[in-house]
């Protein structure tokens, strides 16, 4: 059985940083492509990172680049979301993701899902 488990979500001020991370099992992570999207209450699931599996090649939304950076421990099975400068506007659940084939923003076509974890920044 897949699993994706989400922690160190939670409240922030602007300006400030949080780390998310994202435990998975049950899958061969080197073959998926990792994400992290997110989403805020009336609004659509977005895309905010990936990571390819080998090369670590990432990818990012224009309305987080430059402030969060994603990466993955292909020896721990995990991956994480650093986010710094962040903006009352980030607050949303994030879900980490995986995907074996990358389906990009199409986020009905990933594979697997975390159960998500909440992202408040006040102002």
């Known amino acids: 059985q897949v699993q994706l488990v989400e922690s160190g979500g939670g409240l922030a001020q602007a300006g400030g940083s949080l780390r998310l991370s994202c435990a998975t099992s049950g899958l061969t992570f080197n073959n998926y492509f990792m994400g992290w999207f997110r989403q805020a209450p009336g609004k659509e699931r977005e895309l905010v990172a990936t990571v390819s599996p080998i090369a670590g090649s990432t990818n990012y939304a224009d309305s987080v680049k430059g402030r969060f950076t994603i990466s993955r421990d292909n020896a721990r099975n995990t991956t994480q979301l650093q986010m710094k400068k962040l903006k009352p506007e980030d607050t949303a659940v994030y879900y980490c993701?995986?995907?074996?084939?990358?389906?990009?923003?199409?986020?009905?076509?990933?594979?697997?899902w975390g159960q998500g974890t909440q992202v408040t920044v006040s102002s």
């Open positions: 993701a995986a995907d074996r084939w990358y389906s990009g923003r199409e986020s009905a076509r990933w594979d697997y």
